[in-house]
């Protein structure tokens, strides 16, 4: 099974971070090879441009990819999308001068607008009905409109700074994008699909997540359940030689832990502990 990666630049080190936490450790990755082995025997590691890998998965070379949303559409590839891996996220946006004469989608009927996702921009003025003219760059698309060889951008945007320097202003969102692990359709119910998605969703699953320990008399248990906001309630177990006492377990989200011990505390719990979870299957 060949899972393609981001090679290089914003997306490749949470990726990495994400199939370690995952126990698919890389093993003899080092930098600038183009594949690595990982401790699956049956997984190995393709080391791909993010705009590529929609392609490498499309044609074959590879089974499994983790890229933006963004790149999958672009590509125009139709790909199985497994799971949200919850980073990366990013707007398409569409942007006009501030002091522009365009306020809205349809007064860009018959200008011009400069992208670098021309399939999703035609996709986008497509379902509007507009039809501008789609100037396709590669680079400093925000200039565009200054240089007059557009009235219009769709770029990528995370926080809007570079907009608002460049005097833009956004009037549309064209798509909402983070990082995805995609499939080709035809594979996306293998075994080791399966298995590499549920061991990343576990992952995801356990971040702000704490587990809770904590000894209970048993005269308080009801007590007790009725302040854990667990998941699908506590796990109650006996403890030998536990003279009345039972131990409860419980997950709980990171921002309750600190109101649901002193809730516990009150209702008669002792022996409390709080650890991190690596991964938790749901």
Same mark, same amino acid.
């Given at each position: ?14 990726? $990495? ?10 093993? =003899? ?11 699956? #025997? ?14 490498? $998965?499309?044609?074959? %070379? ?31 946006? +569409?942007?006009? #001068? ?6 809205? @989608?349809?007064? +860009? ?8 996702? #021309? ?6 003025? %497509? /379902? ?8 396709e760059v590669t680079g400093a698309t925000e200039l565009t409109p200054h240089v007059e060889m557009a009235d219009a951008i769709v770029d990528i945007?995370?926080?809007?700074? &570079?907009?608002?320097? =460049? ?6 969102? @064209? ?15 293998? #075994?080791? @699909?399966?298995?590499?998605? &549920?061991?990343?969703?576990?992952v995801l699953s356990a971040d702000g997540k704490r587990y809770l320990m904590m000894n209970v008399p048993e005269d308080r248990l009801e007590d @007790?359940?009725?302040? $854990? ?9 006996? !403890? ?20 649901? $011990? ?9 022996? !409390?502990?709080?650890? /991190? !979870? ?5």
């Amino acid at each position: 099974m060949r899972l393609a990666v981001p090679n290089k630049g914003r997306l490749h080190e949470p990726t $990495i971070d994400l199939l370690e936490r995952a126990g698919l450790h890389v093993e =003899n990755g080092a930098d600038r090879k183009l594949y690595a082995e990982t401790v699956d #025997p049956d997984v190995t590691l393709l080391f791909v441009r993010a705009a590529d890998i929609p392609e490498y $998965i499309a044609d074959g %070379a590879a089974d499994l990819g983790i890229t933006g949303l963004d790149q999958v559409r672009e590509s125009g590839h139709d790909l199985a999308d497994l799971l949200d891996l919850e980073f990366g996220r990013c707007r398409l946006v +569409l942007a006009v #001068p501030e002091d522009g004469d365009v306020a809205s @989608v349809k007064d +860009l009927a018959g200008k011009t607008v400069a992208t670098e996702f #021309p399939t999703i921009t035609r996709e986008f003025f %497509a /379902e509007t009905g507009v039809d501008p003219s789609i100037v396709e760059v590669t680079g400093a698309t925000e200039l565009t409109p200054h240089v007059e060889m557009a009235d219009a951008i769709v770029d990528i945007t995370s926080t809007g700074t &570079t907009l608002k320097v =460049n005097r833009l202003q956004v009037i549309e969102e @064209v798509l909402s994008s983070s990082v995805r692990l995609f499939a080709r359709e035809d594979v996306r119910e293998e #075994p080791k @699909v399966r298995e590499i998605r &549920t061991a990343l969703s576990s992952v995801l699953s356990a971040d702000g997540k704490r587990y809770l320990m904590m000894n209970v008399p048993e005269d308080r248990l009801e007590d @007790v359940r009725e302040v $854990i906001p667990g998941l699908g309630g506590p796990t109650v177990m006996d !403890i030998a030689d536990g003279d009345g006492t039972v131990a409860v377990h419980a997950v709980v989200s990171e921002r309750d832990v600190f109101e649901t $011990i002193t809730e516990v505390k009150k209702r008669g719990a002792s022996g !409390i502990l709080v650890t /991190e !979870i690596e991964r938790l299957v749901e």
